[in-house]
C-alpha cells in the first residue's frame, strides 16, 4: 500500500506558467516532506522540504503547501522554466522514532513546453 | 563539500560474479542509505546505516550485503544476483534524519 501518492504520472506547462505538482499521503506519522527533482540515469536531487509544523515553505521560484488535515502537499513553481523539465518525487519522512529513511512517491514527470 | 560519490557508474555483471558498490561522504553526516530505483518506480529503502551500525535491513535478500568500515564509507557486496536485480542503485546520507543528499547512482545490469 502506497503510503505517499502523487497521482499524476506528468504534467506538461508551458514556460513562464505556473507549475503545480500534488502529492498526497496517508501516514499520520510523517512529519517532514520533501521534494526532489531527478534527471534520467541522476541521483534525485533535493529542491525543498516542509516540517508538519508549517503550512508554505518558500525558496526563490519553488514553494511547497502542505494541509495537514488533508494529508496533502502541492509544490510551486513559478515561473517554470526550460530546465525544469524532470521527474518531481514527493518524500515524507517519519523522524519520531519510527522508520528512517525516506518514503517516496512514484513522481511526476514535468514538461515545460517552449 | 555537499557531494556523495558512488563509483562505480555503471556495472554489468554475471549471475555468478561477486562484485562492490562504493559510496564516500565528507559531509560528516551520521546516517548512510542504499536504495533500489526500477525504471518508472520510486526509489526503495534497502539499508540504513547510523553511526557506522546497520539499523535498518527492509528484507533485502542475503545476496545483497551492506557494509560500513567507517563514518565517510558506505560498500554494497553484490553476490549471485539475478537479472531482475538490474536497477539504478543510489547511495545518500544525512545528518538530521530528514533532508538526504544522494549520489548520482550505479547503474547495474545483472546478466
Known amino acids: 500500500d502506497q503510503q505517499v501518492k502523487q497521482n499524476s504520472p506528468s504534467l506538461s506547462v508551458q514556460e513562464g506558467r505556473i507549475s503545480i505538482l500534488n502529492c498526497d499521503y496517508t501516514n499520520s506519522m510523517f512529519d517532514y516532506f520533501l521534494w526532489y527533482k531527478k534527471y534520467p540515469a541522476e541521483g534525485p536531487t533535493f529542491l525543498i522540504s516542509?516540517?508538519?509544523?508549517?503550512d508554505k515553505n518558500e525558496d526563490g521560484r519553488f514553494t511547497v503547501f502542505l494541509n495537514k488535515s488533508a494529508k496533502h502537499l502541492s509544490l510551486h513553481i513559478v515561473p517554470s522554466q526550460p530546465g525544469d523539465s524532470a521527474v518531481y518525487f514527493c518524500?515524507?519522512?517519519?523522524?519520531?522514532?519510527?522508520?528512517?529513511?525516506?518514503?517516496f512517491g512514484k513522481g511526476t514527470h514535468l514538461i515545460i513546453q517552449p | 563539500d555537499t557531494e556523495v560519490t558512488q563509483t562505480p557508474k555503471h556495472l554489468v555483471m554475471g549471475m555468478t560474479n561477486k562484485k562492490s558498490l562504493k559510496c564516500e561522504q565528507h559531509m560528516g553526516h551520521r546516517a548512510m542509505y542504499w536504495y533500489k530505483q526500477k525504471a518508472k518506480k520510486p526509489p526503495e529503502l534497502m539499508f540504513v546505516y547510523s553511526y557506522e551500525k546497520l539499523s535498518i535491513n527492509e528484507s533485502v535478500p542475503s545476496r545483497f550485503s551492506p557494509e560500513c568500515p567507517n563514518s565517510s564509507l558506505l560498500n554494497l557486496h553484490l553476490h549471485a544476483l539475478q537479472p531482475e536485480d538490474s536497477a539504478l542503485y543510489l547511495c545518500?546520507?544525512?545528518?538530521?534524519?530528514?533532508?538526504?543528499?544522494f549520489g548520482q547512482g550505479t547503474r547495474l545490469t545483472v546478466v
Open positions: 545518500a546520507s544525512s545528518q538530521d534524519r530528514v533532508k538526504a543528499f
Open positions: 518524500a515524507a519522512s517519519d523522524s519520531g522514532g519510527g522508520a528512517d529513511g525516506l518514503t
Open positions: 516542509i516540517s508538519s509544523i508549517k
